[in-house]
């Protein structure tokens, strides 16, 4: 109920923020799930339960990430029906020091737990699936 509050419900969730940045042309709904188990997918959001111990560890995004990528792929008697994804992770997962990182042009985003319900972050992030870099300038990735 958290995840889909963030991103679809409270007062200034992702869906809210895309829609408003694009003046209504970029529209944000949860995925859909058919199959046996589709009832495993609430919302948009799937509980996944991974075969690695990552409440101590220091894996990084990406191998956590696959990771998640293989588990959605077994299960069983979900259809998923999606067109961007995005895998919250446990704050024990090592970012670099980020908050979050994307594809640029790419369907994943990947935030820890704690910038989750950050809409800077959020929106920050969709850029880059919407092939968005950072307008940074010289040695700053920043602008």
Known sequence: D???????????NLKKRLEA????KLKIKPASA????????EHGVINIQLSMDI??????????GDEVSTA??????????????IFVMPNE?????????AQ???????????YAGYPIVQVHEYGHLLGQRHSGKGSSGYG
């Not at 997962?93 to 990182?101: I, Q, R």
């Open 72 to 85: 959605l792929a077994q299960l069983r008697g979900i259809n998923l029906s999606y067109t961007s994804r």
């Open 2 to 12: 958290d995840l889909k509050s963030l991103f679809y419900q409270d007062g200034n």
């Open 55 to 64: 409440s101590s560890s220091s894996e990084s995004w990406k191998t956590v």
């Open 21 to 24: 940045c694009s003046n209504g």
């Open 104 to 114: 640029v042009g790419g369907n994943t985003i990947w935030v820890r737990d704690q």
């Open 93 to 101: 997962v090592e970012f670099g020091g980020a908050a979050a990182w």
């Open 34 to 41: 058919t199959g046996q188990n589709a009832n495993e997918v």
